[in-house]
């Protein structure tokens, strides 16, 4: 899997026309996190004696295979959340990720900021991912062969309109057709996370250098 970095950026150099600012890979650790704030100037005095405290992130780059958290992110994000969120996306195997980018493109989760984000991880299993799947007409024909064997149908399997099948069995379940396939939810979603709060402590970077 491509590697989740983050483009973090001293704002009060920002604000005074220079670009200062670094990449960094996560999950990352507290202590080098602490190192990048040193070469970014986060803790240094500028010329009127103030001390640069602030930044924010200026870009990302996502793993081609969840390209879609991308367009969620924004500038001031909790480093802590996405430095779990990176963390989880390293523990799963390619299936979960293609059904994460698959509810994600689909726009079936239930919200966008990275609280949810994250959950979603957790509730992978509450969808229905078939790769492969693209159209109605490749909906319907495969699901008529789980229901019906061919010599169930017969000679009526020529003149069944597979197509009109698979958009009512879509319909029906609210599914959409992605680039991974076809998603459709198969259980509830459950706040297995809910916040700062739970993310394990070897995961809370930021909060550590602010302290």
Excluded: H
Excluded at 18 to 42: A, M, N, Q, S
Excluded at 83 to 112: C, H, K, P, Q, W
Excluded at 122 to 142: C, H, K, P, R, T
């Amino acid at each position: 899997m491509d590697d989740f970095k983050v483009f973090i950026t001293n704002l009060g150099k920002y604000n005074e026309g220079y670009l200062l600012g670094e990449w960094v890979t996560l999950p990352t650790t507290r202590d080098e996190l602490k190192e990048v704030f040193k070469r970014i100037g986060i803790g240094r005095k500028d010329e009127f004696g103030q001390t640069y405290e602030e930044w924010f992130i200026t870009d990302y780059e996502v793993p081609s295979c969840v390209s879609d958290v991308y367009d969620q992110l924004g500038e001031y994000e909790d480093l802590d959340l996405l430095n779990y969120l990176a963390a989880r996306f390293d523990e799963m195997e390619d299936y979960e990720l293609d059904v994460y980018e698959a509810v994600l493109e689909a726009g079936i989760s239930d919200g966008t900021d990275l609280v949810d984000l994250i959950n979603l991880t957790f509730n992978l299993d509450s969808y229905e991912l078939m790769s492969g799947i693209n159209d109605d007409y490749a909906l319907g024909s495969m699901m008529a062969d789980e229901l019906y064997s061919e010599k169930d149908l017969g000679p009526l399997s020529s003149y069944i309109d597979y197509e009109r099948y698979g958009r009512d069995i879509r319909l029906e379940e609210s599914g959409d057709f992605t680039s991974e396939g076809y998603i459709r939810e198969n259980g509830s979603v459950e706040n297995e996370f809910n916040g700062i709060e739970d993310v394990p402590e070897d995961f809370l970077v930021i909060r550590e250098v602010e302290e």
